[in-house]
């Protein structure tokens, strides 16, 4: 029994749909996917049909793409539209951020599983750029993230202040499950700024997590820390917490005719040696 990941699988690509549908069973374990589902209900529906069928339980947590309000989105935008998500998983009994954290009960250490939603606050920027000139600032380098234009946060007043309310709403119950055990963490945001591989494009950073999380890998007891977003899969320690980046991305990222099962990573017991990591062809477009 294994804790498999994956993030990115961007199925409104057609040469990723068609990988998910060919992927073999798992019947004994655990996937987690960090995000980026696609850009629908449709897709979120597509993965679940193919996934919840070939896995013993399926973990989400919504990264950008989700939350982007499109004509499919059937007016839905911001926490409307994300609860809307979370009710599509819960009728496929996928577990989601809003779910109690479940313990893990196979081999390895005895970690609760935390899908986490946190979203991006604009401060992943240099010390002289001021928060309000942070998009201006990733503009002059030719780089504009599309959420601007279809990630709303609607109620809140701006995508920083419901960043913040995640943030707010989420440490209370990680250090409730971190008294208790371990953690597994996973988020489609990378928690700290020094995981970013950006390539072209650095100032992509702004659409790429928060400050507030840097800690969390300490503060909430991380066994392992999963994330995904960059399309450059790779693992990585800090202060002795591997984190693992864990993104399928677009075709051209990554090896299609190898198909998707390479590209599950092992979280828990430990990674398994037939899960090689292989670094993306892409440049930051996430």
Avoid: Q
Wanted: charged share 25%.
């Amino acid at each position: 029994m294994k804790l498999l990941a994956i993030a990115d699988l961007h199925l409104g690509r057609g040469d990723n749909r068609r990988a998910l549908a060919e992927l073999p069973p798992h019947p004994e374990d655990w996937l987690l996917v960090a995000g980026d589902v696609g850009e629908n209900e449709e897709h979120l529906r597509t993965a679940w049909d193919e996934l919840v069928p070939r896995f013993a339980r399926v973990l989400w947590l919504p990264g950008n793409h989700e939350l982007w309000t499109t004509p499919a989105s059937d007016g839905l935008r911001g926490e409307a539209l994300y609860r809307r998500y979370v009710e599509v998983c819960r009728e496929h009994g996928v577990t989601t951020p809003e779910d109690p954290y479940p313990l893990w009960p196979g081999p390895g250490p005895r970690c609760r599983v935390a899908p986490l939603f946190t979203l991006y606050d604009y401060s992943f920027r240099p010390p002289e750029v001021p928060a309000e000139r942070a998009v201006e600032w990733a503009v002059e380098s030719g780089v504009l993230c599309v959420d601007e234009r279809l990630l709303h946060p609607d109620p809140h007043p701006s995508r920083a202040a419901w960043c913040a309310a995640r943030c707010a709403a989420t440490e209370p119950r990680l250090a409730a499950a971190a008294a208790e055990g371990p953690l597994v963490l996973a988020g489609h945001w990378p928690l700290r700024e020094d995981l970013l591989t950006l390539g072209r494009v650095p100032r992509f950073s702004i659409w790429c997590g928060t400050r507030r999380t840097a800690d969390w890998h300490l503060r909430f007891r991380a066994h392992a820390v999963v994330y995904g977003h960059l399309h450059v899969p790779r693992t990585t320690w800090r202060d002795g917490v591997r984190f693992e980046e864990v993104s399928l991305g677009y075709p051209r990222d990554w090896p299609v005719e190898g198909g998707i099962e390479p590209r599950l990573r092992e979280i828990l017991p430990g990674p398994g040696s037939g899960h090689g990591v292989r670094r993306s062809r892409g440049g930051g477009e996430c």
